[in-house]
């Protein structure tokens, strides 16, 4: 009897990755008052001051504080003077994703790599140098207006950059227990999940891991249609979501109508403890998607035994949802901004690779009833 199943690949059928990438390194947000969302993101969300960027550095149009928590850092940034393409994008799009930055060895070669695959640069190759070191930084462009910007630090051990100095505050609430980026999702228009499935593919060398139609995804109104693409080594995933005909509009179709174009819709956030967490978040203030009650009358029915109790996960409003390799606790946040446009989640996973499906349907009823409050279904 043969008990060893494993397959040897063929060498020749295994495509080095042209395009390394380590994590997601930042993620920039073009915001109305920079100042004002980092003390937001403190508090409510717990990050801790890092680093400051503005004219007493050198940056003479803008000021960026650089915030931190785990291995999760977020760079809010402000235009000084009307006119310049940050007060351009905020204009147009309200306060939103700019940069989803991944972290690399060689920034060179990830825009030389991707350039030659047909990814239109954002910025060429920059050395940027103090004291402390050096990073190099490149950039390409993504859906809408926003940017995939290559950081390569292994010389630099300052704070966040060149150009930002030490952001030391009287004011350090504690963590939230956020720990990484688990996921960014980018909402594109009508017919341009393919075409943006294709740039991973070719322009990034990433996969298609998992596919969402519409009858995966819709409810009796709201539809959508969803490709989660992954890197190489799995630590950099975007879902893409196009619009899908329903009876009424889609939640994506809100989003661009709102955001003014294609972009990012949420940021996933892993946390080791979803409900000490999410009971920290609510309790400074973040509001959540509410379930129906419902909801957790069968669940255990279709996820089987989870180590948590019910009752926290409930209260908190929090999902539950089992592939073949485990299970994941996860629950969405209402928009962060007053255009209906980007928000967050939160993830815990325990086993499960995959991105809630069992729980489409409960979570778009939740997100159309807010739609309709806002009388856009
Ligand atoms: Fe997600």
Redesign the pocket.
Known sequence: MQTNTSTTIPTESIQPDFLPLEGTDYVEFYVGNAKQAAHFYKTAFGFESWAYAGPETGMKDRVSYAIRQNKLTFVLTTPLYAGNEIADHISKHGDGVKVLALKVQDATKAWEETTNRGGISYMEPTTLKDDNGEVVLSGIHTYGDTVHIFVERKNYNGFFMPGYREWKSNYNPSSTGLLYVD?C?GNVGWNQMNPWVKFYEEVMGFRNILSFDDNDISTEYSALMSKVMSNGNGYVKF?INEPAEGKKKSQVEEYLDFYKGEGVQ?V?IATNDIVSTVTELQNRGIEFLTIPPVYYETVLERVGKIDEDLAPLQKLGILIDRDEEGYLL?IFSKPLEDRPTLFF?I?QRKGAKS??KGNFKALFEALEREQDARGNL
């Open positions: 996921h999702v879902p949420h996933a996860q989640e993830i991105f809630g």
